[in-house]
């Protein structure tokens, strides 16, 4: 306790005033006034028509918890002044029977949090001074409509009490002058809701509503601090990542109407529009209501084109206004007004929430405007929000509509409408038909990638944001989401069940890959299409970039769209995906199965040409630019099927016994098949897998170059713990490159690059001694993320929710890099690797590669590329930009 009260007593001044008398805030900084305070400073300042009032710190907030939910010492008598100022400038007075001074009581983080914490209106009003209330307005109905909100508004807030009970003593009043809509109700009748409202209060609180203003402002202070903890606004801070802050100031500002009649009004407004980024003013407006009534939707609002039929001088005023902002801010504003009597006020102003194709639009047109310059044009655009420009997604009518079955992880952006599938070979054939489909699995495996790919999103109901499924997914671009445990798949009958309702493969549903939501029926969507801006901010961004951008991907397909993007080469080409098309997965299988090496050389005769055409194919697509190819790296056991049915079906295409493919898959069988045979240990166990990979690699890195196409090919070996590994393998690579060069008479240079993936702790801890047989080095963040912490990426959501909510971590490791963790070992390992070799090329090809977090601690350890999928490119571009210039 002595502690706290020692941290209490080092405040410094807690109340800080804004009016025509004195503006204490500008220029202090947001963490201290929160962002609303600050900016009600702000514009004060530059000569906007903003109510007077004052703010209360943030660190106050923090000092009201260290002790114990105490207002500190001194507090009280800051406040008094500041309320005698704040009397004096209005020339009202607190509890007045003439003309009383009333406030709200608002919150006000440094970062906004809309609807999550606790507001007052109209405090100030007891019996005495709403009586001066009804003389000062000359509107009786009036005042006391304000003192019944006050009464209902406090007693929610402050004493929580169920807002119900309010609702049902109006309820009475209404039976009783025989009127249903609450603005029926005659000022008799308020003043005997006032009555009912006290008596109402008194009940359920045992005192009698307080008739002391400032005993109502203390007891409004201490709430909305409380309210700094209710659960909805720790969640929020969750969901939204918001950490590291003191809590909410609190904002005490003279109270202007809206409802005082024809003449008076609200509204909230963009100074641009924050869907389009159109340089219009964009809002709406309500005639003669409170601000609440337009965020609650309780009455239709006006669009503000409309405001001149109305008052053509409020309109200019607030056009001027808008101008007046953006000049100060140099950024589009989000703002709140009141029209009182025709008098204009100013009671917010924040930098506006918008889209993506907003956010690029507006920073290049701050540009032209020179309000901004091309630095912080990149600055400004959310890195993130480049994905509502590249993916479709649902049209925003539509989405609002739409039955909302359950919420999974949003594990790859975008929209997927379909028909369910519940296996690969169904989606297949319904693909097959022209039906777009959505292919529902526990989870995914390499077996389901030949589905997956036909489908137009995936559906998992376990699994993380880095499972399988959602790997692939982004890779390829395809909407899904993971997780989804509401959900119960039973693929024998075909069927999901989610919330008490069935649905079957007949049944349409759809995935917002952006938000986790799976709806059901079919929700319409929208193309993206590209502007010129984005082209603009690109090309910016590739101007201050350090870091290099490639891809992920595994076809030439995939090759393209990410060239196309900007990707400066391939970070990590996948062989396994290779092996599951078409006729490959039998002779894949038929290489499992054989009992010895002549019959595995046999069957990998067969798979050569079709790796060779792939990688032709990549590297015409990436001509000129480096491609790495990582060596087959999953468990055998992944390519053999694990049902009876699908194994005699196997066992027929091979000419073989069923019971032998099941014997074979037993013997594969591992208990951790992540810690297992995979990677170079399959290479050291089959060398012979390992040679017609390389050959493949070699022949059609020959072919292309006779046909003139310049491909670089990087081989990477998977998996490495040591440096023995490495250098035995690197020897049979180099030995394969030349007896190939040899057999094709090939007399070329090639200049093929061998290095390994750092994805084991070992290995980044013997980084040195590993890159004495590496050309470069490329970070498996995924599962040096596994390894290092010990978690299963595809079974940690059994448990990482809690560990979010309970600020065990702070987000999640496998969406965001672990800097201090994982990141050390990426940091040693790339200092060790380049004390041996100091030119050792260095990235990263993990799912953080796509990260702006990540790639900001790229950029800082000195990495020389990231490597993510296609759709992630633009923005790897943008946040590597961003990462420089910070």
């Known amino acids: 306790m002595a502690k706290k009260a020692a941290a209490a007593s080092k405040l410094g001044k807690m109340v800080y005033y804004f009016g025509k008398t004195k503006t204490e805030g500008k220029g202090k900084e947001k963490q201290l006034l929160g ?76 970062v906004s949090m809309p609807g999550m914490m606790n507001t007052i209106l109209n405090l100030g009003l007891n019996d005495t001074a709403t009586q001066g209330l009804a003389k000062a307005t000359k509107n009786e109905r009036f005042a006391y409509d304000a003192y019944r909100r006050l009464i209902n508004m406090f007693g929610d807030v402050v004493m929580g009490m169920d807002h119900h009970i309010f609702e049902k003593a109006f309820d009475s009043v209404k039976k009783t002058f025989k009127v249903t809509e609450d603005t029926d109700v005659p000022a008799e009748g308020l003043k005997k809701l006032c009555e009912e409202y006290k008596a109402v209060f008194k009940k359920h609180t045992g005192q009698n509503f307080p008739q002391d203003p400032m005993k109502q402002l203390e007891l409004s202070i201490m709430a909305v601090f409380g309210s700094w903890n209710t659960t909805r606004a720790v969640r929020y801070r969750e969901i939204e990542g918001i950490r590291g802050l003191l809590g909410t100031a609190v904002n005490v500002q003279s109270m202007v109407y809206g409802n005082m009649g024809e003449d008076s009004g609200t509204g909230v407004a963009f100074t641009r529009n924050p869907n389009t980024g159109e340089n219009k003013f964009f809002g709406e407006f309500l005639i003669n209501a409170q601000g609440e009534d337009v965020v609650a939707g309780i009455r239709t609002p006006q669009p503000v084109a409309d405001m001149p039929k109305w008052n053509r001088a409020v309109h200019k005023e607030l056009l001027g206004i808008k101008k007046t902002l953006e000049d100060h801010y140099a950024e589009m504003q989000d703002i709140e007004f009141t029209i009182e009597r025709g008098t204009l006020y100013m009671l917010q102003t924040r930098t506006g929430k918008r889209t993506g194709l907003a956010a690029v639009k507006i920073a290049c047109d701050m540009v032209k405007e020179k309000l901004i310059d091309q630095k912080t044009a990149v600055l400004r655009v959310p890195a993130n929000d480049l994905t509502q420009l590249l993916l479709p997604s649902f049209k925003p009518t539509a989405r609002n509509a739409a039955d909302v079955l359950c919420r999974g992880l949003p594990a790859s952006p975008g929209a997927a409408v379909g028909k369910l599938a519940f296996t690969a070979e169904d989606a297949r054939v319904e693909s097959d038909k022209g039906n777009s489909v959505i292919l529902v699995r526990k989870e ?32 390829w671009g395809k909407c899904c989401v993971a997780g989804a445990g509401e959900i119960e798949i039973n693929a024998k009958t075909k069927k999901i069940k989610v919330n008490g309702r069935t649905f079957g493969v007949n049944d349409v549903i759809s995935l917002d890959g952006t938000t986790g939501e799976v709806m059901s029926g079919e929700v319409e969507t929208q193309e993206p299409k590209l502007s010129g801006d984005f082209s603009k901010l690109m090309k910016w961004a590739d101007e201050y970039r350090t870091l290099a951008i490639r891809t992920n991907a595994d076809s030439p397909a995939d090759a393209k769209r990410a060239r196309d993007f900007g990707a400066e080469g391939i970070g990590l080409c996948r062989t396994e995906h290779m092996f599951f098309e078409g006729d490959r997965i039998t002779d894949m299988r038929a290489m499992i199965l054989a009992e010895d090496e002549k019959d595995r050389r046999a069957a990998l005769k067969k798979l050569l040409p079709f790796q060779r055409k792939d990688f032709e194919g990549i590297f015409k697509a990436m001509n000129g630019l480096p491609v790495t190819v990582r060596l087959l790296d999953p468990p055998l056991h992944e390519f053999l099927p694990h049902t009876t049915e699908s194994r005699k079906e196997v066992a027929s295409q091979l000419g073989v016994k069923p019971s032998e493919v099941a014997k074979r898959g037993e013997a594969l069988h591992e208990s951790n098949p992540m810690l297992g045979h995979r990677g170079c240990r399959l290479s050291v166990t089959y060398p012979e897998i390992l040679e017609m990979q390389v050959r493949a690699i070699v022949e059609a890195a020959i072919n292309c170059a006779k046909k003139k196409i310049k491909a670089q090919p990087e081989i990477m070996i998977p998996l490495v713990g040591t440096a023995n590994e490495l250098e035995l393998l690197r020897g049979k690579v180099e030995a394969v490159i030349e007896d190939t060069k040899a057999s094709k008479k090939f007399e070329g240079k090639l200049n093929i690059l061998i290095g390994t993936m750092i994805e084991i702790p070992r290995a980044a801890l013997t980084a040195d001694e590993v890159a004495e047989h590496a050309d470069f080095f490329s970070f498996g963040t995924n599962d040096l993320t596994q390894m290092t912490f010990g978690y299963s990426r595809d079974d940690v959501n059994t448990f990482l929710p809690d560990y979010l909510s309970q600020d065990i971590l702070e ?27 100091k030119d050792l090329k260095v990235g990263i090809c993990g799912e953080h590669g796509g990260d702006p977090a990540s790639i900001e601690f790229c950029n800082k350890v000195g990495l020389n590329y990231v490597s993510c999928s296609p759709f992630r490119v633009p923005i790897a571009r943008l946040a590597a930009a961003q990462a420089a210039l910070s």
């Not at 495996?445 to 997914?473: F, K, Q």
């Not at 987000?811 to 070799?837: H, I, N, W, Y």
Request: hydrophobic share 35%; proline share 5%; with cysteine.
């Open 444 to 475: 995914t495996s390499p077996e389901d990638v030949d589905g997956m790919n036909c489908s137009a999103g995936i559906l998992t109901s376990t699994g993380g944001m880095t499972s399988h499924a959602a790997v692939v997914a982004r890779g």
């Open 35 to 110: 962002g609303k305070g600050l900016n009600l400073a702000e514009m004060t300042s530059i000569g906007l028509p903003v109510p007077p009032g004052f703010t209360i710190t943030t660190e106050v907030c923090d000092a009201y918890y260290k002790s114990g939910e105490k207002l500190p010492k001194g507090l009280t008598e800051e406040v008094n002044k500041a309320v005698a100022t704040l009397e004096k400038e209005t020339g009202k007075k607190f509890g007045d029977d003439a003309n009383p001074l009333l406030v709200s009581v608002r919150s006000g983080a440094a």
């Open 811 to 837: 987000v999640d490791p496998f969406q965001s890099l672990d800097q201090s963790g994982v990141g050390q070992l990426v940091e040693m390992g790339c200092a060790k690797g380049r004390s041996t070799k």
